[in-house]
Nanobody
Framework: QVHLVESGGGLVQAGDSLRLSCAAS????????MGWFRQAPGNEREFVAS????????EYADSVKGRFTISRDNARNTVYLQMNSLKPEDTAVYYC?????????????????WGQGTQVTVSS
């Protein structure tokens, strides 16, 4: 079992930056591929970014490429999402996820564990 806790969300203005953190605990936390997803009101949960165990492989949604960066610190069992040049359309609840396989994925059904989410609100 893997337990995930997100932090770092908040209210910012367009153009600002935020860094989300996801602290993982559990038997497989250091060997899992991890991901970030987001869900805005009335929308389905959508993929944001994914990273494999070593950090050597990453994948991003087109909407965040060049603005967001996913990284991980396995010594701290923590995954990060650095978000730059934020836009109002980035407003959503952001969820951290882990999967039992060590390969990146953009499909939410391929992730086995989820955090409770952290709210990010970007004002124009």
């Amino acid at each position: 079992q893997v337990h995930l806790v997100e932090s770092g969300g908040g209210l910012v203005q367009a153009g600002d930056s935020l860094r989300l953190s996801c602290a993982a605990s559990g038997r497989t936390s250091s060997s899992s591929a991890m991901g970030w997803f987001r869900q805005a009101p009335g929308n389905e949960r959508e993929f944001v970014a994914s990273i494999n165990n070593s950090g050597g492989s990453t994948e991003y949604a087109d909407s965040v490429k060049g603005r967001f960066t996913i990284s991980r610190d396995n010594a701290r069992n923590t995954v990060y999402l650095q978000m730059n040049s934020l836009k109002p359309e980035d407003t959503a609840v952001y969820y951290c996820a882990a999967r039992n396989w060590n390969s990146v994925s953009s499909t939410n059904t391929e992730f086995d564990y989820w955090g409770q989410g952290t709210q990010v609100t970007v004002s124009s």
